[in-house]
């Protein structure tokens, strides 16, 4: 099965992602995970959108659509995949429909307050990928999945989350009436626990 996976920063998409994965036995391709490797690497494509991810902008789509169609051309993808993060314009969905069939865009509902909570508490691991949210970790500074130490990523602060969130209402949102028109949209309430916002959308894809 071929998923995308829509919805604001903070909504879940990396960790419903990462779960599903798991679950499907299927890649999860994550954008922003990408480009943050190649920041950490300080690749030339790191050097070039430093910035751009410093301040919560999109990376221009022409970088975003070559790095996707690669990597969903790599044999792991043939059996289906989950894309978490991309497409993030109408653009980018425009150019995936031109080489490869999806299957469902999942959208992940989840009040705009619960988001700012979600991002302002929320820690992330650069060794396993791993989102975490403070209120979870009693005081601890270490991944509980892998024993790597935890951090706050840069876009997390609040001018960025701010800026993210802008970004998306005007140019992620509109991808939700793009794959209602195609037939392919299905709206999960995203608030809740992990496990219950899971079980939603595990049960909605097994249907
Ligand atoms: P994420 O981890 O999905 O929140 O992405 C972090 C950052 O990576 C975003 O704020 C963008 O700067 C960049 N990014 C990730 N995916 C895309 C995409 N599909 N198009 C453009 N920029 C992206």
Same mark, same amino acid.
């Given at each position: 099965?071929?998923?995308?996976? =829509?919805?604001?920063p903070?909504s879940?998409?990396?960790?419903?992602?990462?779960?599903?994965? +798991?679950?499907?036995?299927?890649?999860?391709?994550?954008?922003?995970d990408?480009?943050?490797?190649?920041?950490r690497e300080?690749?030339?494509l790191?050097?070039?959108?430093k910035n751009?991810?410093a301040?919560?902008? =999109?990376v221009?789509?022409?970088?975003?659509?070559e790095? +996707?169609?690669?990597?969903?051309?790599?044999?792991d993808?043939a059996?289906?995949?989950?894309?978490?993060?991309f497409?993030?314009s109408?653009?980018?969905?425009a150019?995936?429909?031109?080489?490869?069939?999806?299957d469902?865009a999942v959208?992940?509902?989840?009040?705009?307050?619960?988001?700012?909570?979600?991002?302002?508490?929320?820690?992330?691991?650069?060794?396993?990928?791993g989102?975490?949210?403070?209120?979870?970790l009693?005081?601890?500074? +270490?991944c509980?999945?892998?024993?790597?130490? =935890?951090?706050?990523?840069?876009?997390?602060?609040?001018a960025?989350?701010r800026?993210r969130?802008?970004?998306?209402n005007?140019?992620?949102?509109?991808?939700?009436?793009?794959y209602?028109?195609q037939g /392919?949209?299905?709206? +999960?309430d995203?608030?809740?626990?992990i496990?219950?916002?899971?079980?939603?959308?595990?049960s909605?894809? /097994?249907?």
């Amino acid at each position: 099965m071929n998923i995308v996976l =829509l919805g604001a920063p903070g909504s879940g998409k990396g960790t419903m992602a990462q779960k599903l994965a +798991v679950e499907l036995n299927i890649p999860q391709i994550s954008t922003g995970d990408i480009f943050r490797k190649n920041l950490r690497e300080e690749t030339p494509l790191g050097i070039q959108i430093k910035n751009i991810m410093a301040s919560g902008q =999109l990376v221009p789509d022409e970088i975003t659509i070559e790095i +996707v169609k690669n990597r969903l051309a790599e044999p792991d993808c043939a059996n289906g995949y989950i894309l978490d993060g991309f497409p993030r314009s109408l653009v980018q969905a425009a150019a995936l429909d031109t080489f490869q069939n999806i299957d469902i865009a999942v959208n992940l509902d989840v009040d705009e307050e619960a988001i700012v909570a979600r991002l302002s508490g929320r820690r992330f691991c650069p060794d396993c990928n791993g989102t975490f949210h403070v209120s979870t970790l009693n005081g601890a500074n +270490v991944c509980p999945a892998c024993g790597g130490k =935890l951090i706050v990523r840069e876009d997390d602060t609040e001018a960025t989350v701010r800026n993210r969130l802008a970004v998306y209402n005007k140019t992620t949102l509109p991808l939700v009436e793009y794959y209602t028109e195609q037939g /392919k949209i299905a709206t +999960v309430d995203g608030n809740g626990s992990i496990a219950e916002v899971y079980a939603r959308v595990i049960s909605l894809l /097994k249907k």
